[in-house]
């Protein structure tokens, strides 16, 4: 499987940004999706989960209430879209999959994609 993820950019503080990742899996369907990140010297974080059929959704806490993931099967693409961005949401995203379940942690996903820097300034 393999996984491009694009959208990534400069923003500034309380504003707006949109993420796509794109499956090369014609069965796109039968994984799990997810978006974690990985900032300067920090250890990679979960971000947002998807179960297969889009209709289970999980975020980290600090999450809540500003991104949303979603994801188009037929398309074979997972999108995350953030709002009201803040400083420390700067990092490097990376869209993941995984088969069966939702996944939380980082080290259950087996497919990633190159990741995509978004850098939010104050």
């Known amino acids: 499987v393999q996984l491009q993820a694009s959208g990534g950019g400069l923003v500034q503080a309380g504003g707006s940004l949109g993420l796509s990742c794109a499956a090369s899996e014609r069965t796109f369907s039968s994984l799990a999706m997810g978006w974690l990140r990985q900032a300067p010297g920090k250890e990679r974080e979960f971000v947002a989960a998807i179960s297969r059929s889009g209709g289970i959704t999980y975020y980290a806490d600090s999450m809540k209430g500003r991104f949303t993931i979603s994801r188009d099967n037929a398309k074979n693409t997972v999108y995350l879209q953030m709002s009201s961005l803040k400083p420390e949401d700067t990092a490097v995203y990376y869209c993941?999959?995984?088969?069966?379940?939702?996944?939380?942690?980082?080290?259950?996903?087996?497919?990633w994609g190159q990741g995509t820097l978004v850098t939010v300034s104050s």
């Open positions: 993941a999959a995984g088969p069966s379940q939702v996944k939380l942690r980082s080290y259950e996903y087996d497919y």
